[in-house]
């Protein structure tokens, strides 16, 4: 296990500089319903190329203690942020895709040192916040690496840590690797909360009979991410190389995939920054492209693709025997079914649904996102 700090070479940046200037654009063909509009991207990539400064954000990025380990074969990346409050207790918390550790490094401060953020120093944390193999500096990439598999990388890394217990969080494949690890070790994990939980209706048409009129809301919300925003989804689950080309080659290409997503998972109405700060969201987008893990991460889709299939046809994993609570934000791209989720999780001790927020609540609604995990983990720890 080595201290870690982010360093890029000049030449990396100045090769960045060099192909946003020199971007071949192609023709406007109307608005987000077909894809990022060119109108929008050119302004973005002005700030991106003119006004953004990525040495402020990677000095930043470097004030939290980073450290690179091995772990059944690859490299995890991961910041380490202790408490000062002598109780705190080990919170692990797993980004998705498109996200990255960056996700949280607004919420670091209030859960590890919640005395110096006004709030009750009763309830603290020493954070964990690993890169998932094959995404930003997890790298290089062991082949293999599904949801399952990462999980029990994680909960070796937290062993290494000397944690024997802790709580875990996510969204995206976050949540789902969190889950598993619940499932894996409930010995070792004290809770589990998520704010994406993926709750698939069984096949039974009877079934929708028992729902009230918002929970059958609900499910037309996720058909409606099957049938028309789940497109990058299918391609990184079938042919994440081919995809990786463009992106690798093209930071334009990269950040337009990315951004899309911030766009559509949240409740932007015109452009992703009216939720999202514009600088965060680059700084998340450079990570991808600074590593070149375009073809890395997407394998994490690849990798995950029969355990999704499974979970999309309504077969039901094992079930989550510790504690889980479940954080619902009104503009993610699927909304949990309370009564599908008990099926799943048979020991939900917290349930919250909010009606502002998508689906990177770390970064939309960051003081709701830390209040709610606080109010969950105050009941899991006491069992």
């Given amino acids: 296990m080595k201290p870690f700090r982010i360093e890029i070479p000049q030449e990396a940046l100045d090769d960045l500089a060099s192909r946003l200037a020199n971007t071949r654009w192609p023709a406007e063909h109307g608005g987000w319903e077909r894809g990022v509009p060119v109108s929008y991207l050119k302004e973005l990539v002005h700030y991106w190329h003119q006004q953004y400064d990525w040495r402020a954000h990677e000095a930043r990025i470097n004030e939290f203690p980073q450290f690179i380990t091995e772990v059944d074969g690859t490299t995890i990346h991961f910041l380490h942020v202790r408490s000062p409050e002598p109780h705190a207790v080990p919170l692990m918390l797993n980004h998705g895709w498109p996200g990255s550790f960056v996700e949280f490094l607004g919420v670091i401060g209030p859960l590890t040192n919640p005395r110096a953020h006004g709030l009750d120093p009763a309830t603290a944390f020493h954070v964990v916040v690993p890169s998932i193999p094959g995404f930003g500096f997890s790298q290089p990439l062991a082949p293999g690496f599904e949801v399952g598999r990462v999980g029990q990388a994680y909960l070796q890394l937290m062993g290494m840590l000397g944690y024997d217990r802790c709580l875990v969080q996510g969204g995206d494949f976050g949540s789902m690797i969190s889950l598993a690890m619940g499932t894996m070790a409930p010995d ?192 899991a720890t006491r069992g």
């Fill in 188 to 379: 070792h994990i004290i809770g589990v909360h998520t704010n994406f939980l993926l709750t698939i209706p069984p096949q039974d048409p009877t079934f929708l009979t028992s729902l009230d009129e918002r929970d059958r809301a609900k499910l037309q919300l996720l058909a409606r991410f099957s049938a028309e925003l789940s497109g990058y989804s299918m391609v990184q689950s079938t042919r994440p190389q081919t995809i990786s080309y463009g992106l690798t080659d093209s930071p334009v290409g990269q950040l337009a995939w990315i951004v899309e997503r911030f766009k559509d998972w949240t409740g932007a109405k015109d452009a992703p920054e009216e939720v999202v700060d514009r600088d965060q969201m680059l700084t998340n987008a450079m990570i991808y492209w600074l590593t070149a893990s375009a073809a890395s991460s997407a394998q994490l889709y690849y990798e995950s693709a029969d355990g999704m299939r499974m979970a999309m046809s309504g077969v039901a994993p094992p079930p989550v025997t510790v504690p889980v609570g479940v954080a619902s934000y009104a503009h993610d791209i699927a909304l949990p079914i309370r009564s599908l989720a008990e099926k799943a999780a048979t020991r939900i001790v917290h349930w919250a649904e909010y009606d502002q927020g998508g689906h990177f609540p770390a970064m939309e609604r960051p003081d709701e996102y830390v209040m709610d995990l606080r109010t969950f983990a105050a009941i």
